[in-house]
């Protein structure tokens, strides 16, 4: 594809439930990122993958977030035990890894409401 | 702490006003600052970083350390301009040029004809 997609665009679920989010980087890209924004903020640092491994998971707010990325490519943010306060755009990026400065692209963006 | 902050929620101007969104940083290292804009129903985009010293759709930004400072200026709004407009830090990690980005809240462009 030409950009990073990101699907379900939109996803309702009830309170305690499990949800997956997908992010389909741009085809070469190693690093990928993922980041939340809640309404009226800036995006929100959660994951970065080098690779298939998550090279730093320090914005994960706790251990129902959890992120994998088993073949380099396609990345899947689970959140499990869903809460209210989870409800928020969650937004993928990805980026060519080099010395040079590189532009991070993003998707679209799966907006997550967890009623 | 590392720290971007827009102090500007919204800002409104008409067309051919000149505009400058405001951005100032906090970061122990040497920054590196970027623009992005989302226009309505787009996705987040790269705007213009200071590292290439670009102007950008008559969009220029100067990285002033002593007030650490990154305001985005443009001589002459246009309607086309209307949108979100974040300032982005990027937190350099993992030894190397990469490092995830810390964004301030967002400053929203109204440009009235």
């Known amino acids: 594809g030409a950009g990073v997609s990101q699907t379900p665009s939109n996803k309702v679920t009830e309170k305690g439930k499990y949800v997956e989010l997908r992010c389909d980087p741009i085809s070469g890209h190693t690093a990928l990122y993922w980041y939340r924004q809640s309404l009226g903020q800036g995006p929100e640092f959660l994951i970065y993958?080098?690779?298939?491994?998550?090279?730093?998971d320090s914005g994960l707010p706790n251990d129902r977030f959890f992120a994998v990325r088993p073949e380099g490519s396609v990345s899947t943010l689970k959140i499990q035990r869903t809460e209210r306060g989870d409800s928020a755009v969650y937004l993928c990026?990805?980026?060519?890894?080099?010395?040079?400065?590189?532009?991070?692209?993003f998707g679209q963006g799966t907006r997550l409401t967890v009623v | 702490a590392q720290r971007v902050t827009q102090p500007e929620k919204l800002l409104s101007v008409f067309k051919g006003a000149p505009v400058e969104l405001k951005c100032n940083y906090s970061?122990?290292?040497?920054?590196?600052l970027f623009w992005y804009v989302q226009y309505s129903r787009q996705r987040l985009q790269l705007l213009l970083r200071?590292?290439s010293r670009e102007s950008i759709k008559g969009f220029t930004a100067d990285l002033n350390k002593g007030e650490t400072s990154f305001h985005l200026k443009k001589p002459f709004a246009q309607e086309e301009d209307s949108a979100m407009y974040y300032c982005a830090l990027k937190q350099r990690r993992y030894g190397g040029s990469q490092g995830n980005l810390i964004f301030g809240k967002g400053t929203k462009l109204s440009v009235k004809p």
């Open positions: 990026a990805s980026s060519l890894l080099g010395p040079a400065n590189t532009e991070a692209f």
């Open positions: 993958f080098q690779g298939t491994g998550a090279a730093d």
């Open positions: 970061y122990s290292g040497s920054p590196e």
């Open positions: 200071h590292i």
